[in-house]
């Protein structure tokens, strides 16, 4: 299985769904927004997409960065298939925006959306953040390669707590990695909660043995002590846990980053995908970005709307397989 580190994907020639455009560099043309922006985030508040939507809109708002005001609009359900289910009855319309994530691949993918990522227009991709993979304190898992052991010589015995249903984000995350572990993913006990709070609830209950969530869910258990970080999924270590290994310190050959980004309705033209590109190019370079992604765990990722089409391509490819893997892929 490649690895689905953010910089890894090999960018293909041509774009993705023949909605892209050239680099953030190149000029918006004459394009600008005329009123208000809506900004979808397909969740509740307090999750990963909505803490994405507001704090990029008030960085793009109070840096002067967008000409009209950026209204976060949260369409929970779905997995995010409400959203999009919304976002797509209106094609062509440069004043709605939504905030993505690995489920706008996932969720298809599963055949639980009648929308895919080729049904929208990739404006850039901003950030990547580590799964982690946790047990309580008390745990007598040590290590990833525990776990591992344990998951080999008697999957059932283990129950694994994560934030998203089946085939999605968490569950996706955990099966590549027990995968390159030598077990079997198909076999694992996944227990799904809605959001990574639940799921980690649940192992402080004793009603799993682990859990995965992202790293900025779980920093602040870490720090009272009351969870143990097994390892991390990305290339290199998290900052807001330095301590943890990743999985390929760990001996596990596996990468996987919760990549976050920005798409819009099929059919912009290449003026308003340039606007928009060069909006959030200029947003992540603005110091209050930079520290407010320190303080959430973000990781600097962006790709304009050329290179994060073509990232979705190969990230979709990788993740179907892992899908099939374990069942789940329609």
Same mark, same amino acid.
Request: charged residues 20%; hydrophobic residues 40%; glycine residues 12%.
């Given at each position: ?6 910089? @890894? ?13 050239? +680099? ?14 809506? /900004?979808?985030? *397909? ?59 690995? *489920? ?12 895919? /990522? ?14 982690? /993979? ?5 745990? *007598? ?22 934030? @998203?249903?089946? =085939? ?26 809605? &959001? ?17 969530? &992202? ?17 991390? @999924? ?10 943890? *290994?990743?999985?390929?310190?760990? =001996? ?22 340039? /606007? ?32 994060? +089409? ?16 374990? +069942?789940?892929?329609?």
């Amino acid at each position: 299985m490649a690895a689905l580190a953010a910089g @890894s994907a090999t960018l293909l020639l041509a774009a993705c769904g023949g909605q892209q455009t050239t +680099g953030a560099g190149d000029s918006g043309g004459d394009w600008k927004p005329t009123k208000p922006i809506e /900004y979808i985030a *397909p969740a509740g508040t307090g999750g990963g997409w909505d803490t994405l939507a507001r704090t990029s809109a008030r960085v793009l708002d109070e840096a002067k960065i967008i000409d009209r005001p950026m209204r976060v609009v949260n369409k929970p359900g779905g997995g995010g298939a409400i959203g999009w289910s919304y976002i797509s009855q209106y094609p062509a319309d440069a004043h709605k925006l939504f905030v993505t994530s690995p *489920p706008i691949l996932l969720v298809p993918l599963a055949g639980k959306s009648q929308q895919t /990522y080729d049904d929208f227009t990739p404006i850039a991709r901003l950030n990547t953040e580590p799964l982690a /993979y946790v047990v309580k304190a008390s745990s *007598p898992f040590k290590t990833f390669g525990d776990l591992a052991a344990k998951l080999k010589s008697d999957p059932k015995s283990i129950s694994i707590a994560g934030g @998203s249903g089946p =085939g999605s984000l968490d569950h996706v995350g955990l099966a590549g990695a027990v995968k390159a572990a030598g077990a079997d993913a198909s076999e694992v006990k996944y227990v799904p909660f809605d &959001g990574g709070g639940e799921a980690l609830t649940a192992l402080l209950g004793g009603h799993a043995e682990a859990a995965v969530a &992202g790293a900025s869910e779980v920093t602040g258990l870490v720090k009272s002590g009351d969870l143990r970080v097994l390892a991390v @999924s990305t290339k290199e270590r998290s900052e807001i846990l330095p301590d943890a *290994p990743t999985l390929t310190e760990s =001996g596990v050959k596996y990468v996987f980053d919760i990549w976050r980004g920005v798409m819009g309705p099929k059919g912009l033209s290449q003026a308003q995908i340039a /606007y928009y590109e060069k909006a959030y190019k200029e947003m992540t370079e603005h110091e209050a970005w930079k520290k407010e992604s320190e303080k959430l765990g973000w990781t600097n990722a962006y790709l304009g709307s050329k290179d994060f +089409g073509s990232f979705l391509h190969e990230q979709n490819k990788d993740l179907s397989s892992i899908l099939a893997d374990v +069942g789940l892929k329609k």
